[in-house]
Structure formats: C-alpha cells, structure tokens
C-alpha cells in the first residue's frame, strides 16, 4: 500500500501567470472544508474577511486537505483553511511550494477509526483486521492516525485491504457493513460510530503522541508577493476566534449555517475543536516549533513505513510564523 503522492509539481508556470510583485489580485482564492465547523466561518458568512482584505474572498470546498495541496500547486488556491497536517507534511515533502502560517484547529476527538459493530474485533485482537477490508482517506491525518495506532497494537497494515476511500463513501460503505473498519472524520465519523466503536480512543492516541490539527497553508507566491494581505487575514480570522469565544450564542448559528449543518450538528463539532489565536499560535507547542517537529515526526514515520521514499531532514523552512507575528 504505497501513498499516491499525486501533488502535480508546476510552480513555473503559476508563478509565471502571477501577478506582478505588489499588484493586488482581483480576488483571493481560499480552500475549505464543508461540514467542519470552524470559528473563521463567522468572518467568512460575514464577510469580515472581503472587508479587511479589500477584495473578493472565493471560497472553495473540497473533500480532502491532499486535493486542496493539488490545487494550491496548481495556482487555482491561494490559501487552505484547515489542510490536515499530514497532507501538508507530505506535499511539501513532495516539493510542493507551500508553507504553513498558523494553526487552523486541533481535533483529538473529531478524527477517528471506528470497527463496524457485527465485528467481534478491538483493541485486543485488532491482528483480526488482517484479510479484511478498511477505508480510509489517503494521505490525511486519519490515514497516519489509522497507521500509528495498527501499527502500536502489531497489527500488519500490509495484510489488510487498505481502500484509499473519501470521507462520505466511506460513511456509505461502514454502514452496509462493507468495511470491517473506516476511518474518517466530522459527518461521516459521527455517523459511522452509530454504527460500531472506536479502535483507540482519542485519549488513548494522544498517549502515543498522535496529534491532529489542520493548518493554515499558503501558496509561496502569495506570502512573497502579498505578505499585507496575507497578515490581515489572519488577523481576521482571530478577530473571528474571539468573537466565537466572547459571544457564542450570536457566532454558533452563523457558523453551522457556512458548514451545511444543523446547529445541534455543528454545535457538537464545535465542543470537540480547540481553536488559538496570537498569542498560542506563536508559542513553543505550535508555530514556535511544535509544528515543525511533529511534520518531521510524521514524514519520517511514513519513510519508516515504506510509504514514502525520504523525508526532508528538516521541515523548519516549511512553517513561517512572521506573519502571525505581524497581527496587531
């Protein structure tokens, strides 16, 4: 089961159709995912953002963070809002000419693997899961989640029929009982769990040191070329981080409305996400070093692994925190 690293490399070409140095783009293009209820959502449905920035924001949805690193190398994104980690990680050790400017959010307990429940199979005899067949979305945090926990429980991840799967084929498939474990997130792993029981627990993840946060990524052509707006965005979305934390009974219902849910559905997703704004983003466990190592931490896991051919010796040139740096 070798990662398909589908990051199409075309960095020439897009930064030769960018704009000239300083000339403001007519609009910025920003990835996001729907149903992940997320507290920038405010200043996204409000418009806080198109305010600020003094333009068009376009807000893109898509499915996986590896299919918003293909459309940032491509030149069709300028920012991801909430790219996983892992496909962050292994696009750029990729070569893809992005970087990481801030955490977008931290998610223990709202990314999982969860066993269907006509399955006579846990912790305790996860080897069970060899022969059988698993979905998990490729590339994604859950992927490496799914990976480090089989792999701590001596499960052999090459006798299992491991499907590359998107997060809502794979809800589709647990429930007719095709799959003896999926592994996803938001929607379809709260829906999957009405249908069986966690492998690990997000407790019992942490333990191991599996962390699982998204992150804010940028274009290198954007930060280069528009490092104003790229900080004015950012000090937008902490302004919406407060105004979720000072006055959520007004934030909760506009957010669910952005992520295509209900406000009991994006309300129990909220619960379970930790949001940071400044004064975190730059401390030693996150921008100022944390997220560097766990990058290298998870590439060097997957070289381990077989799933990739060399991890970077040093991810440090991948997360800029300067421009967060900047927020007033």
Request: aromatic share 10%; net charge negative; hydrophobic share 45%.
């Amino acid at each position: 089961m070798k990662l398909i690293l589908a990051f199409v490399l075309t960095s020439v070409s897009v930064v030769a159709a960018a704009p000239a140095a300083g000339a403001d783009p007519e609009k910025v293009n920003v990835a996001y995912f729907q149903e992940w209820p997320t507290a920038n959502q405010v200043a996204q449905a409000e418009k806080w953002y198109d305010e600020e920035l003094g333009m068009e924001i376009e807000w893109r949805p898509f499915d996986t963070g590896v299919a918003m690193a293909d459309a940032m190398v491509a030149g069709e994104i300028d920012i991801s809002y909430s790219m996983g980690v892992v496909p962050f990680a292994l696009a750029v050790t990729a070569g893809a000419p992005i970087k990481t400017v801030g955490v977008a959010v931290s998610y223990a307990e709202n990314d999982n693997c969860v066993i269907y429940k006509k399955e006579a199979i846990d912790r305790a005899n996860a080897h069970e899961l060899e022969g059988r067949k698993v979905g998990v979305p490729f590339n994604t945090v859950t992927h490496y989640k799914m990976l480090r926990s089989l792999v701590f429980l001596g499960v052999d991840v090459s006798k299992i029929d491991v499907v590359d799967m998107s997060p809502h084929d794979i809800d589709d498939a647990f429930i007719r009982g095709e799959l003896a474990m999926g592994c996803s997130w938001g929607g379809p792993l709260r829906r999957m769990k009405g249908h069986g029981w966690e492998l690990l627990s997000a407790y019992e993840q942490d333990r191991l040191g599996i962390r699982a946060f998204d992150v804010i990524a940028v274009t290198d052509d954007f930060a280069v070329k528009h490092p104003e707006l790229l900080v004015k965005f950012l000090a937008v979305t902490d302004r919406a981080t407060e105004y979720l934390e000072d006055e959520p009974q007004n934030a909760k219902p506009i957010i669910a409305t952005a992520a295509g849910l209900s406000l009991k559905e994006s309300n129990i997703v909220l619960s379970l996400f930790d949001f940071y704004t400044r004064g975190d983003q730059l401390t030693a466990r996150w921008l100022g070093g944390g997220v560097q190592v766990f990058l290298k931490e998870v590439a060097d896991f997957f070289q381990q692994q077989g799933e990739i051919e060399r991890a970077l010796d040093d991810y440090s040139g991948t997360v800029d925190s300067s421009f967060y740096a900047q927020v007033k």
